[in-house]
């Protein structure tokens, strides 16, 4: 079994500081939004949640998400991995709640699943007495609204702050370093934008995926339930089931760099066309040269070159980060 996740209990809404803000090991803040109204209106009836919602949302459409029963709530690829085992839709919320309350009590549903929308897209006013206090972060809020779901373990680049506003969710988080152990399919053919591993958490094939194991002796879990919040740090790598036949999940992003720097999978991405195919020794240096620039760079590296003349070893910013990708922008379009 995993480990269980460190909790901690006791916060409200306005007490979170940089010390979890800003922490590398994910946390269960238990009860942290047991203020909300909506979390009190999802306690309170089962159907509490759905209405308090539609007391808010306006007539506005999503995209959503469908999966066959035989899916069991797992959004994934098809069987010959040309495609998805879902389609998409874009409907009106209150629509999406219909469908979703038609199912509630099916043993196997169809699964339906509205996924990442800015929440003052659908719900304007909701966050007036549903938030959550980040200090200056800069933070997209988005909302999350399904039944029993089973979303495939991926990474984020920003850090997350997820709050479940109603039913229950499953977390089960691997750290950055088992990423050879998660079977990771493709990168730029995903269900969501997102790589995720192939592995079904729930019945993992070890035969087909024996390193899996190892990545699971270090997998941290936590159940959560409404008002309950975890933060997931950067690049951690996530697997969420919602357990309900009606789940809500509040999040926040923010990313801890300026807003002028892209995101490093542009780089990653780049590298498959300009080093991947290099032959061994030559990737060894590149290996090198990115240790000496990029991941053990200090105030060493460019102090032997006069401040004025260090272009972009210098400090960025956004005019140089502006120029800097005219720059690449022109290598790559040549």
């Not at 032959?279 to 590149?286: F, H, M, T």
């Not at 400090?315 to 800097?324: E, F, G, T, V």
């Amino acid at each position: 079994m995993p480990e269980a996740i460190r909790e901690i209990s006791g916060l409200g809404v306005n007490d979170l500081g940089d010390e979890i803000l800003t922490a590398t090991e994910p946390l269960v803040l238990r009860g942290l939004a047991g203020s909300w109204p909506m979390v009190c209106a999802a306690l309170a009836d089962e159907r509490g949640g759905d209405a308090y919602l539609r007391r808010h949302y306006r007539d506005a459409t999503v995209g959503a998400m469908l999966g066959p029963p035989e899916a069991g709530g797992r959004f994934f690829y098809n069987a010959d991995m040309d495609g998805f085992n879902f389609y998409p839709v874009h409907a009106k919320l209150g629509a999406v709640l219909d469908e979703i309350e038609s199912k509630r009590h099916q043993s196997k549903p169809a699964t339906v699943y509205v996924g990442s929308t800015t929440v003052e897209t659908c719900l304007p006013g909701f966050r007036e007495h549903n938030d959550i206090n980040l200090g200056n972060r800069d933070a997209l809020a988005s909302i999350w609204i399904g039944n029993r779901t089973r979303i495939a373990a991926h990474y984020d680049v920003p850090d997350n702050l997820a709050v479940v506003a109603a039913g229950r969710r499953r977390f089960t988080l691997f750290p950055p370093e088992q990423l050879k152990n998660l079977y990771i399919g493709p990168l730029d053919f995903t269900p969501a934008g997102q790589a995720i591993s192939l592995v079904d958490l729930l019945n993992p094939d070890f035969d087909k995926y024996p390193k899996f194991a190892e990545a699971l002796a270090h997998a941290q879990s936590a159940e959560l339930g409404p008002g309950d919040a975890i933060f997931i740090p950067s690049m951690w790598w996530h697997h969420i089931e919602a357990l309900d036949p009606f789940n809500v999940l509040v999040n926040y992003w923010w990313r801890q760099s300026p807003d002028y720097m892209d995101t490093p999978t542009s780089t990653l991405m780049l590298a498959f066309l300009t080093m991947r195919e290099l032959p061994a020794a030559q990737r060894k240096a590149w290996q090198e040269i990115f240790r000496h620039y990029i991941f053990e760079a200090d105030e060493t590296t460019s102090a032997h070159i006069p401040e004025h003349a260090r272009h972009v070893l210098a400090p960025l910013n956004d005019d140089a980060a502006r120029a800097l990708r005219a720059h690449l922008l022109k290598k790559i379009n040549r």
